[in-house]
């Protein structure tokens, strides 16, 4: 009975008042986690702060955290492999985030990878389209059940091997990005869905968000190490995923060359290479001057020695912005420009 | 009546003999085949895990420079700038810019730390030369792990000349042992190949030499490559770097006490286990704390004292479905109840152990009824009947009989509870928490949540700290089952 007291009294002194935090909060997308919490390692080292907790919840349940409110039980920071929309926009602004700060981090390639074993195959997006999606035109431009078996159904150019793509599940960032970036521009090649995408929006849309599901994609989880092990395994299949997974294994796995551009760390950030979107970070200016750091932790996350083309995180993977557009972006960050809602999707 | 003297057909009974024989068989084909699986997943895991155990440091001599180190500021020394000096003071022939950031690349980021430590305990040692451990990067630490595409050496066994030609260098003589790509080392230097014609080995630099010595059998050998360059997560000019290191006799292995003794990190040489080990016992305290009363006290309620009614039927159908709830639901509750509703901080094992608390409830009280209900009525019975109050009867007599059943069941719940990830997700505990936690309201991360996070992580040493982690968990919780049954055996009674 004694226990059940003491429990009950340490209970309550546990959970007493609030204490004011002391470090940084940041939540949001597992594809910007490895480089911002590298960055926050190098902040915890050298300013002497404590070290900001970066927490991987994904873009979107990131926003959701980050726009619930301003103040010290919300998080200061979040991470997104999307810019934000305007309908998280607007949703911050009626929960009193009102002063957001954008940070374009730098771009993410997303790759189509296969293992060094397999013979080398160049795909154009409208071919990436014909093997993925679940409905694709036939010759009169009618939408069709994908028929697609066989590489060499699609062209005859392409190997006879059976088409086996292992990629990320839909409540996936990077699927949606893969889908935006290759799909739906290979769909719009064909002149049917052109017509369509004028005539009606939303099922043109429903055409190219739609992976096909008779086991030619192979839904294969979050994490990109596996579809790696996957591939590393299985030679006749092709992988999706992450440009720094293709970089930190390039011993096993090479990217496939898509519409005449080999994934590297030059034609990502040339821009050549089509499949890379960019990585932000949103800070919240209403936490400067009551959160400790938060300043401090933006200049780091700007610094030439971070997002600098020599810079820690392009060690780790980070396809870093081009000088102007680099120094764009410190500016910006520094001066704490507050984003406006028009551009905003 | 049946008639036992008639013999028994041996036919029959040959065959219900060969039946049973046939039940045996696949019983231990069943056992054999689940013991092969375990014991290939655990050896598997231990193989990846046990580099992970082993770091690799290079022994510099470096000068404690008062003009870096701060004698009243000790600990923000300059460290990482005093072995990098070291480095470059070992490494005389590594000149241009570029060589000289691939040699510093080969350290840790974090490769002043041990130094600091060494030099804070001993703040005499400022001023003075000494020898210092440097730890090195993660991908030189794989690469004399030999976890890289390996090297291999071939001593020289011909005679050759060398002569400068140009911006490169010529081989001239016997030169059958050389081949376009491999890497020429004499001289204190090393070349490589870039073709070859008839008027010799054309050779670019990639380490500068000493001399230019003619070559004699037995002084100069050839680095080669099991894959070209592009395929190596590791170039020419750092295995040469790092192959000279090795040479100099300057590389060292040591056990990692590194991956126990400090918190999580970005860097794979640097990333340790401490935070997470804490995390997860500070979260099993919170836990125990507030289920091990609280289940028990309500199982010896519904076992003893409460009446058998519907509301009692009604309660106990509950708690039996309660321990078959996926546990993302507690976390779901964790997030509403507790940090939306009583303003509880995220991240923090407090509300963990609160979550996990929740979750291994049912199972403490299933357990302890079953114990409580398992002890003789005669002893409570005898209790009451020498004139002992009910209560006394069941704290005196009953429930220490069924302290090794409860025991168990508790143990079961709070292993159980270790290795949950899921309700911890919803409350913040899946996060990069580099700070040690000191207390039930510092932000933290458990052993399974860490394993989670590393697994998705690019660098490839990471693969084998996820191995070592899960490694440490399964010890974790092989050692908590083995109280359980030590418990049991220690406290048991039969009756």
Redo the contacts between chains.
Sequence with gaps: MN??LL?VS??AL??GP??A?E?I?I?GS?TV??FT??V??NF?KTSGM??P?????GTGGGLKLFCAGAGE?HPDFTNASRRIKKSEFEDCAKNGVTDIVEIKIGFDGLTLAAS?EAPAIKLTKQQIFMALARQVPDKDGKLVDNPYKMWSDIDASLPAEKIEVLGPPPTSGTRDSFAELALEVGASKFESLAAMKKADVKAYDAVWKAVREDGAYVEAG????LIVQKLQANPAALGIF?F??L?????TIKGLEIDGVVPSYETVASGDYKLARPLYVYAKKQHVGTIPGMAEFVAEYVSDKAIGADG?LSD??LITLPGDAAEKSRAMALAMDVLKVDGLK | MTDFSKKLDPALVAKRYASERRFRAYGAVALAISVLFLVYLIVDIAVKAWPSFFEHHIVLKVELDPARIDPAQVQKGDFNGIIKDGLRAAFPNVTTRADSKKLMAQLSTGTGDDLRILTVANPAMIGTTVNASALLSDDADLYFKGMHAPTLKTPGQTNLQIAKDGENYLFTGDLSQLVAGQIVRANGGAFRITSMEPGGAKAEVLLTPDTLNSLVAGNWDILSFAAIEVDRRIDDRAVVLLEAMRDKGIVEKHFSWRFFSSGDSREPELAGLRGAITGSLLTVVMTLLLSLPLGIAAAIYLEEFAPKNNWTQFIEVNINNLAAVPSIIFGLLGLAVFIGFFGLPRSVPLVGGLVLALLVLPTIIIASRAALNAVPPSIKEAALGVGASHLQAIFHHVLPLAVPGILTGTILGVARALGETAPLLMIGMVAFIVDVPNGFRDAATVLPVQIYLWSDLPEIAFQSRTAAAIIVLLVVLFCLNAIAIYLRKRFERRW
Excluded: C, H, Q, W
Excluded at chain 1, 247 to 251: D, G, Y
């Design positions: 226990k059940i429990t340490a209970l546990f959970a609030a204490m935090r470090e909060r939540v597992s986690y490895p919490t590298a926050a390692e915890g404590k070290t907790v970066v927490e991987s919840t039980a060094k979050e994490n990109d190490n992450g720094s997974f970089e930190e294994n390039s011993s820690y780790k993977g």
